[in-house]
């Protein structure tokens, strides 16, 4: 968006990925500690467009510091959660976070999710 001389990124419209692939359902995410992100989705194995072994990918985004992180091969697409260990200078401040599924065979990607932000830690 542009305002004037200004310009500003709608962050829960950026994709990172797109494609064919079932993305995350149903994400949430939370602390678990203050250096502990946990995420976690739904896996409907009857659902078409997707494979018990894809690879979750996370990414990460601090505008305070100018800072991104990505995370792949997470976890699977069964184990319907993950764990990720934050930077000690990421903990307080907000973060933005996105995430979604690379295809066990690498052939394919689904469409990023922007997951939210969690705020001033």
Request: charged share 20%.
């Amino acid at each position: 968006m542009i305002e004037g001389q200004e310009v500003s990124i709608a962050i829960n419209k950026v994709v990172l990925t797109k494609g064919g692939l079932r993305g995350v359902e149903a994400g949430t995410i939370t602390l678990e500690t203050l250096q502990q992100l946990k995420l976690n989705w739904k896996y409907a194995p009857e659902d078409a467009g997707q494979h018990p072994d894809d690879q979750l990918y996370v990414a990460l985004y601090v505008p305070s510091l100018a800072k991104q992180q990505l995370w792949v091969e997470v976890a699977k697409r069964t184990d319907k959660q993950a764990v990720i260990v934050l930077d000690p200078q990421v903990a307080p401040a907000t973060l933005h976070v996105w995430a979604g599924f690379i295809s066990h065979d690498k052939q394919q990607a689904s469409w990023s999710v922007a997951l939210g932000n969690l705020e001033g830690l």
